[in-house]
């Protein structure tokens, strides 16, 4: 019952980020840690990534264990109004995931159940006009376990276009 209840509650949150226009890229389910859940250690970690700019990629870690519940360094990401992000910032982005989940896990086991985090990650971009930079941003909201759902999304800013 608890399992069914949860899946109904992570849905809900779905379409609910849905219904306000701001998809997120990665959805991460922690359930079922056990006793060591508090650690963010899990045995089953299962990564499905994005086929398209509509579906985000999914993080579920469940099960106690002796693993972190971490994002593939290697992926692509896709943007929902740019679509493909380019090869060279994806494993940055990866690397900002998982940064932010391990943020995530510290203030959780200081008492902090829910909260957000951002990253910002700029390269040079095509041309020499200036720098390609992206937005990570993961909100999250745990349970006293350190249960629960984070959402990750990207965006893209044009905080660095300048000319030199």
């Given at each position: 019952?608890?399992?069914?209840?949860?899946?109904?509650?992570?849905?809900?949150?779905?379409?609910?980020?849905?219904?306000?226009?701001?998809?997120?890229?990665?959805?991460i389910?922690?359930?079922?840690?056990?006793?060591?859940?508090?650690?963010?250690?899990?045995?089953?970690?299962?990564?499905?990534?994005?086929?398209?700019?509509?579906?985000?990629?999914?993080?579920?870690?469940?099960g106690?264990?002796?693993?972190?519940?971490?994002?593939?360094?290697?992926?692509?990401?896709?943007?929902?109004?740019?679509?493909?992000?380019?090869?060279?910032?994806?494993?940055?982005?990866?690397?900002?995931?998982?940064?932010?989940?391990?943020?995530?896990?510290?203030?959780?086991?200081?008492?902090?159940?829910?909260g957000?985090?951002?990253?910002?990650?700029?390269?040079?971009?095509?041309s020499?006009?200036?720098?390609?930079?992206?937005?990570?941003?993961?909100?999250?909201?745990?349970?006293?376990?350190?249960?629960?759902?984070?959402?990750?999304?990207?965006?893209?800013?044009?905080?660095?276009?300048?000319?030199?």
């Amino acid at each position: 019952m608890k399992k069914l209840l949860f899946l109904l509650s992570a849905c809900l949150i779905g379409f609910s980020v849905y219904a306000e226009g701001d998809k997120p890229i990665v959805i991460i389910h922690k359930t079922n840690g056990g006793y060591w859940a508090w650690l963010n250690l899990y045995n089953d970690i299962l990564y499905t990534p994005s086929l398209d700019e509509n579906t985000p990629a999914t993080l579920d870690c469940s099960g106690a264990g002796w693993s972190a519940c971490r994002v593939p360094r290697q992926n692509t990401y896709t943007m929902n109004c740019i679509g493909q992000v380019p090869s060279s910032i994806a494993p940055l982005i990866s690397d900002a995931i998982n940064e932010m989940l391990a943020k995530s896990e510290e203030r959780s086991s200081r008492g902090s159940f829910r909260g957000s985090a951002t990253k910002t990650i700029a390269t040079r971009g095509n041309s020499n006009n200036g720098y390609d930079t992206y937005m990570v941003q993961g909100e999250w909201k745990y349970n006293a376990y350190g249960e629960g759902t984070m959402m990750i999304y990207l965006t893209r800013s044009d905080l660095l276009q300048y000319r030199r």
